[in-house]
């Protein structure tokens, strides 16, 4: 009676379960070779734009703020190429100013100053406020440095983060740079950091 039945025979024919899943289905398991595809496509992708990039210079629009903290490099580079030579460090502070007022005080008026000269000269961008400058002395601790909160820096630290800034942007192609202080930091200083102080127009 079994050989009247072909079912018997063969029993996987009938039965589309026993079948390989890759079969039934090709776009269940990506070909291999897809894989191997988009890779060499992202290979030569990536080298196309690196060798774009190496034979032509980039370039940026201006964007709508002057403060550097806010482009990119490009940016600045484009900004520098288009006669914004001039540029404007501000110092500020990190010091108590009083129970109601924060210690960040003196970092927002220089930096707001700065902006609003900046606009008025035009072609001049602002550098990123400088905010460790010199509070007095540790020990004994005087001014500012009695109370919690306020961060000085010694004179010569100062006066050398002032002239790397100088030489930093010099090197970017700024051809003015003006260090922005406070009357009370020029007076604590003594003029530390002058050398590294180019004048308007120089």
Same mark, same amino acid.
Request: proline share 9%.
């Given at each position: 009676? /079994? #050989?009247? &039945? *072909? %079912? $018997?025979? !063969? =029993?996987?024919?009938?039965? +589309? /379960? #026993?079948? &390989? *899943? %890759? $079969?039934? !289905? =090709?776009?269940?398991?990506? +070909? ?171």
């Amino acid at each position: 009676m /079994s #050989d009247d &039945n *072909p %079912s $018997d025979d !063969n =029993p996987s024919d009938d039965n +589309p /379960s #026993d079948a &390989n *899943p %890759s $079969d039934a !289905n =090709p776009a269940a398991t990506p +070909p291999r070779r897809y894989a191997v595809l988009k890779l060499a496509l992202v290979a030569v992708a990536s080298a196309t734009f690196a060798l774009t990039i190496a034979t032509r210079p980039l370039t940026a629009p201006l964007p709508n703020t002057l403060k550097m903290t806010d482009m990119t490099w490009v940016e600045v580079r484009s900004a520098i190429a288009q006669g914004y030579t001039r540029v404007i460090v501000p110092s500020g502070g990190i010091e108590q100013n009083g129970p109601h007022m924060i210690l960040g005080k003196h970092d927002h008026i220089v930096s707001f100053a700065a902006e609003r000269i900046a606009s008025e000269l035009g072609r001049t961008l602002v550098a990123p406020v400088v905010s460790y400058v010199p509070q007095g002395s540790y020990a004994p601790s005087e001014g500012n440095l009695r109370f919690p909160g306020t961060i000085g820096v010694p004179d010569d630290v100062y006066a050398g983060v002032l002239e790397g800034i100088a030489k930093s942007l010099k090197l970017a192609g700024f051809k003015t740079i003006c260090d922005r202080r406070s009357w009370r930091q020029r007076k604590a200083t003594g003029g530390a950091g002058a050398e590294a102080e180019p004048r308007m127009g120089g």
